[in-house]
């Protein structure tokens, strides 16, 4: 049963243009939902984060949308640079103490 | 503070043996969990720990996994007869806050691989 889906396993974008990168729940419990990124040989690193009383959460170039009536929330990076390109995790987690993270989307954004 | 840390970063193994995983977390984590990753997954919830208690372990932990951690510092997790399917990525990480109300922060990963 995958509670957190990311439906794209990968994304290619030109430099300086914009990035979004999709994320779809089935949980309504999800309270709070976290983006990483992912370089290879390396451990997931926190980007950002949107708790559910939020429908947009801003951080420099990262900006992240929720849409809990779709239970649907996405990333966008604007302008894309290509040491944005890395593997992108969501993922969402209820008042406990489970995270629970999609399959992930590798975006390569080409110079 | 380096964050946290695990060891080894890499272990090939031949099956049947056992092997031991080691995860540091940053000091004033009291909340340790384990993930798995393999190939064009995400990670996948081994288990949770709050300080010394090991409050959940998930279905994918057979009995053969055990993880431990004594006096809520370190925490080991150990797979004992590996078996060709336990090649992956074995992630750390560690909080202080609830889920919900923070982020988990990560090691870079122990790989394990089982020939």
């Known amino acids: 049963d995958q509670q957190v889906k990311q439906n794209s396993p990968s994304l290619s974008v030109q430099e300086g243009r914009i990035s979004i990168l999709n994320c779809d729940y089935t949980?309504?419990?999800?309270?709070?939902f976290l983006w990483y990124k992912k370089y290879p040989a390396e451990g997931p690193t926190f980007l950002i984060s949107?708790?559910?009383?939020?429908d947009k959460n801003e951080d420099g170039r990262f900006t992240v949308f929720l849409n809990k009536s779709a239970k649907h929330l996405s990333l966008h990076i604007v302008p894309s640079q290509p040491g944005d390109s890395a593997v992108y995790f969501c993922?969402?987690?209820?008042?406990?103490?489970?995270?629970?993270f999609g399959t992930g989307t590798r975006l390569k954004v080409l110079a | 503070d380096t964050g946290v840390s695990q060891d080894p970063r890499h272990k090939i193994t031949k099956r049947g043996q056992n092997v031991t995983f080691r995860c540091d977390p940053i000091?004033?984590?009291?909340?340790l969990y384990w993930y798995r990753q393999t190939l064009g997954q995400g990670p996948e919830f081994l288990t949770y720990?709050?300080?010394?208690?090991?409050?959940?372990k998930s279905r994918l932990l057979s009995d053969r996994f055990s993880a431990e951690r004594p006096k809520g510092s370190f925490s080991t997790l150990e797979i004992q007869r590996t078996e060709q399917g336990d090649s992956a990525m074995y992630l750390c990480?560690?909080?202080?806050?609830?889920?919900?109300?923070?982020?988990?922060?990560f090691g870079e990963g122990s790989r394990l691989t089982v020939l």
């Open positions: 990480a560690s909080s202080y806050r609830l889920a919900g109300d923070g982020e988990l922060f």
């Open positions: 949980n309504s419990m999800f309270d709070y």
């Open positions: 949107i708790s559910s009383i939020k």
């Open positions: 993922a969402a987690a209820s008042g406990t103490y489970k995270y629970i």
């Open positions: 000091s004033e984590h009291n909340r």
């Open positions: 720990f709050q300080n010394e208690a090991q409050l959940e």
